[in-house]
């Protein structure tokens, strides 16, 4: 029996006449993720999307896996392919649904007809396909409202297609219609989900860590590049600029009041995340930020953070309780990574009383007790780049 995958797209279809360049980079994408898994033949029709395999050997498990990760699904569902007779089709509905019409208590029959040649109309459909489905399957009552399985049977110009649950696709738009952001990822919990969300949201994204050797170690960094490798399973494959902070680190810690270190060090990072996002054409950065978590995250440290960036900075996890992103983050398989006791190099130096309500003015004058350029110069001057992928 021939089965395919049928994608519908939600927020695509408002896009009016940009409707046609959102759908074509959908598609694009699709076909880039599945080039691995066998040949498919694509098509978009009637405000769906149909994924149809070309041979035999392709595992369609693992082709709805990874649709499911995909941005700018709403919904997808598999679907056999039958001939257009009723009769055809009711035999294929039994074959085809027989392990979840046996285990369902309550069914309903949907039926579409778009080739208005059949010479059933749809109400006839769901009588004929109802009828067949509850001789076969004595156990079954039928419950229009709420029922265990929604058999719908669409009938269309080549071909009908019936299927049974469907499935929840990762939602948003697709990667790349929203431009491209860099993420400035630790490897706490916050940040892969705070790229996750706007990646969500069709940005295409570039990684940036800070790393401070020795303090931190080879290991963390390894978190950090499997947590991007999460994040890609959706986003898609991205690189990760890493950025070594020690001497910067140091320098802050030896000469400037303790209590700014903090501050002082998000602005560098800030900074040099800035110049690094626009040699690689991003337009905004992506941080983890989540008001009021730590003293660096209140309003005023907040706006010190901001003025040393003239770029905008998205916080996607600005008004979310921890609560709430640690589900997402169990949700795209990041949490129990993200909790593997590595330091990062934010909790290297951090102080024992850091400022919540910093003055700008003081920040910037003990800034001058550094040779920031150069710093930040040679921080950018020896960057790594590490290609991540799913
Ligand atoms: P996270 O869970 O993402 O580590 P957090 O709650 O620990 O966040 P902070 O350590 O204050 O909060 O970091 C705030 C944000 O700054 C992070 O979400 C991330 O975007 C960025 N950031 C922190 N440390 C680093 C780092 N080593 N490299 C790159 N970005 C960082
Ligand atoms: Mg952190």
Known sequence: MK??????????????????????????????????????????AQSTISVEPVGNNIDLDEVSDKIGKIFGITTYSRACVAEKNIENIKLCTIEYLQEALGEAKTFKVNAKRSDK??????????????????????????????????????????????????????????????????????????????AWTMAKRGIELIAIHFASP??????????????????????????????????????????????????????????IAEKISKANECSALITGESL????????????????????????PLIGMDKEEIIAISRKIDTFDISIQPYEDCCTVFTPKHPRTRPVLKYVKQAEQLLDCESLIKEAIDNVKITKISY
Not at 224 to 234: C, D, F, T
Not at 256 to 269: A, G, H, K, N, Q
């Open 214 to 271: 020795p303090y931190t170690s080879q290991r963390a960094e390894e978190k950090v590049v499997s947590l991007l490798e999460k994040v890609s399973e959706y986003s898609g494959k991205m690189k990760m600029f890493t950025v070594p902070f020690t001497r910067i680190q140091e320098e802050i810690q030896s000469k400037c009041p303790e209590e700014l270190f903090t501050i002082i060090m998000r602005r560098f990072m800030m900074v």
């Open 3 to 44: 089965e395919i995958i049928l994608i519908k797209t939600g927020e695509i279809v408002l896009k009016g006449l940009n409707r046609r360049a959102f759908e074509d980079i959908l598609i694009k994408n699709i076909k880039y993720r599945l080039k691995d898994l066998g040949e498919f033949k694509i098509k978009n």
């Open 117 to 194: 040649k059949f010479p059933l109309k749809s109400p006839e459909i769901c009588t004929e396909v109802g009828g067949y489905i509850l001789e076969k399957f004595p156990h079954l009552t039928v419950d229009v409202h709420e029922p265990d399985i929604t058999v719908t049977v669409e009938v269309r110009d080549f071909a009908a297609y019936i299927r049974g649950s469907v499935i929840r696709g990762a939602g948003g738009l697709p990667t790349s219609t929203g431009g491209k952001a860099a993420i400035l990822i630790s490897g706490g919990i916050d940040s892969p989900v705070a």
């Open 292 to 315: 009021g978590q730590v003293a660096s995250q209140t309003i005023g440290a907040i706006a010190c953070t901001d003025d040393a960036a003239n770029i905008p900075v998205f916080r």
